[in-house]
């Protein structure tokens, strides 16, 4: 089992930056693939952005250049700097973990909002 933590969202202005944290805990030597999806009202869950152990980050083509994720291995934790942000950045972000096993891990979510 891993266990997952998310902190970091909040109300932000457009053109704002905010960084979500997730620590994830229990059997986390089994992660492959740590990252973020999003969830608008009205609106399927979506891919952010992912890290995977190898090193390889994928990210939505919405994101790109503006978010920017990042893995530490020492903490097992995942990070998530979304700088330049926009009304349409609106979201539930959940905190994605995917074992070796393979299974995958969801958090609680966190929201996100950019208003002025």
């Known amino acids: 089992q891993v266990q997952l933590v998310e902190s970091g969202g909040g109300l932000v202005q457009p053109g704002g930056s905010l960084r979500l944290s997730c620590a994830a805990s229990?059997?986390?030597?089994?992660?492959?693939?740590m990252g973020w999806y999003r969830q608008a009202p009205g609106k399927q869950r979506e891919l952010v952005a992912q890290?995977?152990?190898?090193?390889?980050?994928n990210y939505a083509d919405s994101v790109k250049g503006r978010f920017t994720i990042s893995r530490d291995g020492a903490k097992d934790t995942v990070y998530l700097q979304m700088n330049s942000l926009k009304p349409e950045d609106t979201a539930v972000y959940y905190c994605?973990?995917?074992?070796?096993?393979?299974?995958?891990?969801w958090g609680q979510g966190t929201q996100v909002t950019v208003s002025s």
């Open positions: 994605q973990v995917v074992t070796y096993g393979p299974q995958t891990y």
């Open positions: 890290t995977a152990s190898d090193g390889n980050t």
């Open positions: 229990g059997r986390t030597f089994s992660i492959y693939v």
